[in-house]
Nanobody, 126 residues
Framework: QMQLVESGGGLVQAGGSLRLSCAAS????????MGWFRQSPGKEREFVAVISWGGGRIFAADSVKGRFTISRDNAKNTVYLQMNSLKPEDTAVYYC???????????????????WGQGTQVTVSS
């Protein structure tokens, strides 16, 4: 059973930065695309970014392009989300997820991901 554990969330002022991490186990998680989603109170969980298994392909939501960067270190079984120029509207619980091997690139919908972490809270104050 795959396990994903997010960390790095917290409270930051608008314009600040945070880096989220997602530690995955078992090691076979490095063979699959990994994504980040977020969910604000009262809203649907929305796609943020996805990275291919080798890291050579990246796709991000328009709302975070130019501000957020997804990356991965397969040697450490870890995926990162570097978030810069944070805005109050970025406040949400952020989830990492592992895509199904049969899913098609880019994996932007929740149904593409059978494995999810518990989430980490990011709060951006104005």
């Amino acid at each position: 059973q795959m396990q994903l554990v997010e960390s790095g969330g917290g409270l930051v002022q608008a314009g600040g930065s945070l880096r989220l991490s997602c530690a995955a186990s078992p090691r076979t998680s490095s063979n699959f695309p990994m994504g980040w989603f977020r969910q604000s109170p009262g809203k649907e969980r929305e796609f943020v970014a996805v990275i291919s298994w080798g890291g050579g392909r990246i796709f991000a939501a328009d709302s975070v392009k130019g501000r957020f960067t997804i990356s991965r270190d397969n040697a450490k079984n870890t995926v990162y989300l570097q978030m810069n120029s944070l805005k109050p509207e970025d406040t949400a619980v952020y989830y990492c997820a592992c895509a199904a091997p049969t899913s098609s690139w880019p994996q932007t919908t929740k149904s593409d991901y059978p494995y999810w972490g518990q989430g980490t809270q990011v709060t951006v104050s104005s």
